[in-house]
Every structure is written in structure tokens, then in C-alpha cells.
């Protein structure tokens, strides 16, 4: 079992930046691969980033590309989506997720990011 909580949502305004954590726990030596996701209002679930479990890989949505960095601290066990120049558009519920056996298998409970004009 892998139990994910992220933070670190909240209102910035355009061009303004946040970064969210999410804290790992639990059989975290069987994750291979972690990820940030976002869903806003009447629109489907996105991917946003993916890093493996290692740190050596990391890929991006192309929204997120120079704009968004994925990273994680071992010793906390937490991995952070940073976001920078951010825009109306970002405005979302991000979550992290996980990849045991599955694509995906564990999620957190969300937070909420708001980007005002």
C-alpha cells in the first residue's frame, strides 16, 4: 500500500508561481514511477509530469515543458511539482499518483490551484 497527501495549492495570480508536495508512505521501495496529474472544471483528468521512482527521468506534457519542473527529496520522501509562469488555463485540481503493479494505482486526495487574471 502507497499513501499519498499533496499541499501546497492555492490563488496566485498570472504569472506567478507554486510549487505542490506531495509526501510518500508506505511500501514506497516497490514504486516504480510517480506522476502529477491535474483535472479542471468540465474537463477530462490530464497528465502533467512523470518522474521514475530514481529521479533519472522525467517527462512532460508539452503545456508543461519550461514551465513546470517534477523532483523529489529522498530523505523526505516527497516529490514537488514546480510551476512557474503560471496562467488562467493551470487552474485545476492537481493530484499525485503512483505505479506499483499498475498504471497508476494510488492517488492523493487533490489540491486545488487557482490562477487569477
Known amino acids: 500500500q502507497v499513501m499519498l497527501v499533496e499541499s501546497g495549492g492555492g490563488t496566485v495570480q498570472t504569472g506567478g508561481s507554486l510549487r505542490l508536495s506531495c509526501a510518500v508512505a508506505?511500501?514506497?521501495?516497490?514504486?516504480?514511477?510517480m506522476a502529477w496529474f491535474r483535472q479542471a472544471p468540465g474537463k477530462e483528468r490530464e497528465s502533467v509530469a512523470v518522474m521514475n521512482w530514481s529521479g533519472d527521468y522525467t517527462w512532460y506534457e508539452d503545456f508543461a515543458k519550461g514551465r513546470f519542473t517534477i523532483s523529489r527529496d529522498n530523505a523526505k520522501n516527497t516529490v514537488y511539482l514546480q510551476m512557474n509562469s503560471l496562467n488562467p488555463e493551470d487552474t485545476a485540481v492537481y493530484y499525485c499518483?503512483?505505479?506499483?503493479?499498475?498504471?497508476?494505482?494510488?492517488w492523493g486526495q487533490g489540491t486545488q490551484v487557482t490562477v487569477s487574471s
Open positions: 508506505g511500501r514506497t521501495l516497490s514504486i516504480n514511477s
Open positions: 499518483a503512483a505505479s506499483v503493479r499498475a498504471t497508476y494505482e494510488f
